[in-house]
């Protein structure tokens, strides 16, 4: 279950909070929907709920807050907005991606596919889908943890009556299955026919919280409100006049000595006590929550007086005890059907019988339906017909299937984000497009560099004119790394259940695994695509492998892998594609200058001979040479730009690790 203590957010400048002191429960098997209009604050309640906007109050999900459990997703299924992913990806690509992170197994994504109905739609690109199946989209990834609880913000916003029934029966079935689903929505007929409970707010406060057949009784209509110690009597009375005049009342009996009467005035109420001689305590015009006046549901028109009406809200339809209706003026009117813009006549009701309770059933069936919250508690059909909700033969309309229970490990697994990675970035074709845009420009300025001469070979191989900062794959595999973190800031597909991208450190360790072999394997790819155009232009003389080519291939390694990091963690900690690209540039651009003007001078002595003296401390014998790998690893970071390099990585890491810190202490 969900528990909402004390939800406020914070105020800004002399404006009240749009959230103050909202408290609330949304237990487990239940539909529990958070009704307001718009302004009302129900999104900024969820937002404080899952820790997405800074504020005051605590929620706990089945007894923990949200950052206290370890996996959010797997708890708490979240769709807030629109499905934050690359339009570039597929549907089932994005799906799949979301399985490596969550750890589930990867045919989830199938499963919960088929269940939402986009199979047929798996291949197409998220920024083709239309409002309906993106939100369709967003319940999948919702259910794909398969999580105990669903918090979504108005799912059937954009939708088809036809696409939100079926919405509202996926948020039932889930419910019947013991899960919780939390739903918000501005349209009171929603929340009568679809929840368990209902939760209103206004004006960021809270005004209600009832369950959704006394809602549908009591808060979408207009009506007076009376106290007398004859409560039986008198609603005998003014069901009598009614049936005389030919006039719509409707007399639910609350709690105790109290009645509502729909369809009446206080005046004709007390004018009927006072000519039979009944005390009234309490005599006074009560008004829904959802606007003054507001008689008929949004979208419905008032329907004319059909003659006589009866009261047909509550459990007894033929005489007043409990908490029941009085239902003297005739059962001509009871279980008419409403014809309205947004039903659909052959639309089943929405809820099992089996599955429910005898209270909830009476009310689930007669929600389905549309009977209660209309004006005169049941609405008649254009054609005149009717039919009894209750006693319909029938058979209600089966829940809709939901994806089969999984077990997920609580143990993490170091390749849960590895597996990630390489699906993120596989799923989409930018690194490719930026490969073949390397390969290009260096071969074509490897050309140009060889015609016009005076070019080292090992530049010439590289492509790196001396005009220019960095080669075409350097900058290339910096803003690869710089996507590798700005895209899941610019499309969020981890952030739902945190606000913002997970600064986990297995998620920067796997983007630094992929980005690292995708510019080892970018680097290599340019050097030989240099050496065969060039053999294919000039011959063999400037494609021949340089004497030094095992320091020259270390540092041209390093030097790629480098500005590679640099893009993925000055974008983890800027939060931005440019912010990690410009990174990459002001290292040859700022920092090599500062490092060069920091070793000006005459050098008093050298450090050469390092490598043995480094063997003679350690006590170490190197296997296999070491000590040249050794010297060739010191030679460059001795050059200015490995130097330079070196240094960026040092502070954007410390920076990241300290953003990392920063966002677990909060």
Same mark, same amino acid.
């Given at each position: 279950?969900?528990?909402?203590?004390?939800?406020?957010?914070?105020?800004?400048?002399?404006?009240?909070?749009?959230?103050?002191?909202?408290?609330?429960?949304?237990?487990?098997?239940?539909?529990?929907?958070?009704?307001?209009?718009?302004?009302?604050?129900?999104?900024?309640?969820?937002?404080?709920?899952?820790?997405?906007?800074?504020?005051?109050?605590?929620?706990?999900?089945?007894?923990?807050?949200?950052?206290?459990?370890?996996?959010?997703?797997?708890?708490?299924?979240?769709?807030?907005?629109?499905?934050?992913?690359?339009?570039?990806?597929?549907?089932?690509?994005?799906?799949?991606?979301?399985?490596?992170?969550?750890?589930?197994?990867?045919?989830?994504?199938?499963?919960?596919?088929?269940?939402?109905?986009?199979?047929?739609?798996?291949?197409?690109?998220?920024?083709?889908?239309?409002?309906?199946?993106?939100?369709?989209?967003?319940?999948?990834?919702?259910?794909?943890?398969?999580?105990?609880?669903?918090?979504?913000?108005?799912?059937?916003?954009?939708?088809?009556?036809?696409?939100?029934?079926?919405?509202?029966?996926?948020?039932?079935?889930?419910?019947?299955?013991?899960?919780?689903?939390?739903?918000?929505?501005?349209?009171?007929?929603?929340?009568?026919?679809?929840?368990?409970?209902?939760?209103?707010?206004?004006?960021?406060?809270?005004?209600?919280?009832?369950?959704?057949?006394?809602?549908?009784?009591?808060?979408?209509?207009?009506?007076?409100?009376?106290?007398?110690?004859?409560?039986?009597?008198?609603?005998?009375?003014?069901?009598?006049?009614?049936?005389?005049?030919?006039?719509?009342?409707?007399?639910?009996?609350?709690?105790?000595?109290?009645?509502?009467?729909?369809?009446?005035?206080?005046?004709?109420?007390?004018?009927?006590?006072?000519?039979?001689?009944?005390?009234?305590?309490?005599?006074?015009?009560?008004?829904?929550?959802?606007?003054?006046?507001?008689?008929?549901?949004?979208?419905?028109?008032?329907?004319?007086?059909?003659?006589?009406?009866?009261?047909?809200?509550?459990?007894?339809?033929?005489?007043?005890?409990?908490?029941?209706?009085?239902?003297?003026?005739?059962?001509?009117?009871?279980?008419?059907?409403?014809?309205?813009?947004?039903?659909?006549?052959?639309?089943?009701?929405?809820?099992?019988?089996?599955?429910?309770?005898?209270?909830?059933?009476?009310?689930?069936?007669?929600?389905?339906?549309?009977?209660?919250?209309?004006?005169?508690?049941?609405?008649?059909?254009?054609?005149?017909?009717?039919?009894?909700?209750?006693?319909?033969?029938?058979?209600?309309?089966?829940?809709?299937?939901?994806?089969?229970?999984?077990?997920?490990?609580?143990?993490?697994?170091?390749?849960?984000?590895?597996?990630?990675?390489?699906?993120?970035?596989?799923?989409?074709?930018?690194?490719?497009?930026?490969?073949?845009?390397?390969?290009?420009?260096?071969?074509?300025?490897?050309?140009?560099?060889?015609?016009?001469?005076?070019?080292?070979?090992?530049?010439? /191989?590289? &492509?790196?004119? %001396? @005009?220019?900062? !960095?080669?075409?794959?350097?900058? #290339?595999?910096?803003?690869?790394? *710089?996507? +590798?973190?700005?895209?899941?800031?610019?499309?969020?597909?981890?952030?739902?259940?945190?606000?913002?991208?997970?600064?986990?450190?297995?998620?920067?360790?796997?983007?630094?695994?992929?980005?690292?072999?995708?510019?080892?394997?970018?680097?290599?790819?340019?050097?030989?695509?240099?050496?065969?155009?060039?053999?294919?232009?000039?011959?063999?003389?400037?494609?021949?492998?340089?004497?030094?080519?095992?320091?020259?291939?270390?540092?041209?390694?390093?030097?790629?892998?480098?500005?590679?990091?640099?893009?993925?963690?000055?974008?983890?900690?800027?939060?931005?594609?440019?912010?990690?690209?410009?990174?990459?540039?002001?290292?040859?651009?700022?920092?090599?200058?500062?490092?060069?003007?920091?070793?000006?001078?005459?050098?008093?002595?050298?450090?050469?001979? /390092?490598? &043995?003296?480094? %063997? @003679?401390?350690? !006590?170490?014998?190197?296997?296999? #040479?070491?000590?040249?790998?050794? *010297?060739? +690893?010191?030679?460059?970071?001795?050059?200015?730009?490995?130097?330079?390099?070196?240094?960026?990585?040092?502070?954007?890491?410390?920076?990241?690790?300290?953003?990392?810190?920063?966002?677990?202490?909060?």
């Amino acid at each position: 279950m969900i528990q909402a203590f004390g939800l406020t957010s914070n105020s800004r400048k002399d404006l009240p909070p749009a959230v103050d002191d909202v408290s609330f429960e949304a237990r487990a098997g239940q539909v529990t929907v958070l009704l307001g209009a718009t302004g009302a604050g129900k999104t900024t309640a969820l937002r404080l709920m899952l820790e997405l906007q800074q504020g005051r109050g605590l929620t706990y999900f089945r007894g923990r807050p949200l950052h206290r459990i370890a996996h959010p997703s797997r708890e708490v299924g979240v769709l807030m907005g629109d499905v934050p992913g690359h339009p570039a990806r597929t549907v089932r690509g994005h799906l799949r991606m979301l399985c490596a992170a969550a750890g589930v197994p990867v045919r989830r994504a199938d499963e919960v596919l088929e269940v939402v109905g986009l199979v047929s739609l798996r291949d197409e690109r998220l920024g083709t889908l239309s409002r309906g199946m993106d939100r369709r989209l967003g319940l999948a990834c919702a259910l794909l943890p398969d999580p105990h609880t669903l918090v979504l913000d108005d799912p059937a916003d954009g939708l088809s009556p036809r696409e939100g029934h079926w919405l509202h029966g996926m948020l039932r079935a889930h419910a019947t299955q013991g899960g919780t689903v939390l739903f918000t929505t501005s349209q009171p007929k929603v929340a009568a026919r679809a929840a368990d409970h209902v939760v209103t707010l206004e004006q960021g406060r809270l005004v209600a919280d009832q369950p959704a057949a006394q809602f549908a009784r009591t808060r979408l209509r207009p009506r007076v409100a009376v106290r007398t110690p004859h409560a039986v009597r008198l609603a005998t009375l003014l069901a009598k006049e009614a049936r005389t005049a030919h006039r719509s009342v409707e007399v639910v009996r609350e709690d105790g000595n109290r009645l509502s009467v729909y369809g009446s005035t206080c005046a004709d109420v007390g004018e009927t006590a006072f000519r039979h001689g009944i005390l009234v305590h309490q005599l006074a015009d009560e008004v829904g929550d959802m606007g003054p006046g507001a008689g008929p549901f949004p979208g419905e028109t008032a329907e004319p007086d059909l003659g006589v009406r009866g009261v047909v809200t509550g459990t007894e339809t033929t005489e007043l005890g409990g908490n029941g209706a009085v239902g003297t003026a005739g059962a001509a009117a009871e279980g008419e059907q409403e014809h309205d813009g947004s039903a659909s006549p052959s639309r089943a009701p929405l809820h099992a019988d089996q599955t429910l309770p005898a209270d909830r059933k009476a009310r689930g069936d007669q929600a389905a339906l549309g009977s209660p919250g209309t004006p005169s508690g049941a609405a008649a059909g254009s054609s005149g017909t009717t039919q009894n909700p209750v006693t319909s033969s029938k058979p209600p309309a089966p829940l809709p299937p939901l994806p089969p229970p999984i077990s997920v490990r609580s143990a993490p697994s170091p390749l849960r984000p590895l597996r990630y990675e390489l699906r993120r970035a596989a799923g989409i074709g930018t690194g490719f497009l930026t490969g073949a845009a390397v390969l290009i420009t260096s071969a074509l300025t490897a050309v140009l560099l060889a015609r016009v001469g005076h070019t080292p070979q090992a530049r010439l /191989l590289a &492509a790196w004119p %001396r @005009e220019l900062p !960095l080669p075409p794959a350097a900058l #290339g595999a910096g803003l690869i790394g *710089a996507l +590798a973190f700005g895209d899941e800031f610019r499309h969020p597909a981890l952030a739902a259940d945190r606000g913002t991208v997970p600064r986990r450190l297995g998620l920067l360790t796997a983007k630094l695994v992929v980005t690292a072999v995708t510019a080892i394997m970018l680097a290599l790819l340019t050097a030989g695509c240099d050496a065969e155009v060039l053999y294919l232009f000039y011959g063999r003389e400037l494609a021949a492998v340089p004497a030094d080519w095992f320091s020259l291939g270390a540092s041209w390694l390093g030097l790629v892998v480098g500005c590679a990091w640099a893009g993925v963690l000055a974008a983890g900690v800027f939060r931005s594609t440019t912010a990690g690209l410009a990174a990459v540039v002001a290292v040859p651009i700022v920092v090599v200058p500062l490092v060069h003007k920091g070793l000006e001078g005459a050098s008093v002595r050298a450090a050469a001979g /390092l490598p &043995a003296r480094l %063997r @003679e401390v350690l !006590l170490l014998q190197w296997p296999f #040479g070491g000590e040249r790998y050794l *010297a060739g +690893a010191v030679r460059v970071v001795a050059q200015p730009v490995g130097g330079a390099l070196a240094l960026s990585l040092t502070c954007l890491l410390c920076a990241y690790l300290l953003t990392t810190l920063r966002s677990r202490v909060r």
